[in-house]
């Protein structure tokens, strides 16, 4: 029976931010529950990879499965081992992994992009006006063979596997927010947090 588990990356400091990237607003809900939403509402079960400021982003996303990245300050790499480890460790059979500083994405491309991973094809991704984006979505022997291979980053570890491109009609893929100045450019606002009490997700 194929179970996609999708691994929102929500552990970085936020630094340039200045504000937890998972609590950001996006359209009355927070990044991570955006995303949540999303994902679930394609058929893949959330689990968010927290770190810095954890008990905050836990606190703001009781329905959302999270686990935790003690060694969070080493990189984005190691938040990915970790929520690898997690969705193989729950039986999965396609792991989605995407940044939760990529808000906008649609579950209709997760859909796409999962439904890619098939057969010979180790791993897909999105390109949206030819630009490589977010989700990537990973069969779960890809996923135990990228655990397996002690890379030093991502990008290492998919050279040594087949990646299928998915075209898409989804600007959301390539649309980060790693600064004010992109949540500005993206939202028409300064970067705030959704407030207490709001929809979170």
């Not at 992994?97 to 994405?105: A, G, S, T």
């Not at 057969?119 to 990973?138: M, Q, S």
Request: aromatic letters at 4%; charged letters at 15%.
């Amino acid at each position: 029976m194929s179970r996609g588990v999708a691994i929102v990356l929500a552990a970085g400091e936020s630094r340039r931010m200045g504000v937890p990237k998972p609590l950001l607003e996006v359209r009355g809900q927070s990044f991570l529950g955006r995303l949540a939403s999303e994902f679930q509402a394609a058929g893949w079960e959330v689990c968010a990879v927290v770190g810095c400021q954890a008990a905050r982003v836990r606190a703001a996303h009781p329905d959302i499965q999270c686990v935790e990245n003690a060694a969070w300050s080493q990189g984005q790499f190691s938040s990915v081992c970790v929520g690898l480890r997690w969705a193989l460790d729950a039986g999965a059979t396609r792991v989605l992994v995407h940044p939760v500083d990529v808000p906008n994405v649609l579950g209709t491309t997760a859909t796409a992009v999962g439904q890619a991973v098939t057969g010979a094809v180790d791993a897909a991704v999105p390109v949206h006006d030819g630009v490589r984006g977010h989700p990537l979505v990973l069969s779960a022997s890809a996923a135990a063979r990228v655990l397996a291979m002690g890379a030093a980053h991502l990008e290492a570890a998919l050279g040594a596997l087949r990646v299928v491109e998915v075209a898409v009609t989804d600007p959301g893929v390539g649309q980060e927010a790693d600064t004010p100045e992109d949540y500005w450019r993206l939202f028409g606002a300064a970067p705030r947090p959704l407030s207490p009490g709001a929809n979170l997700k």
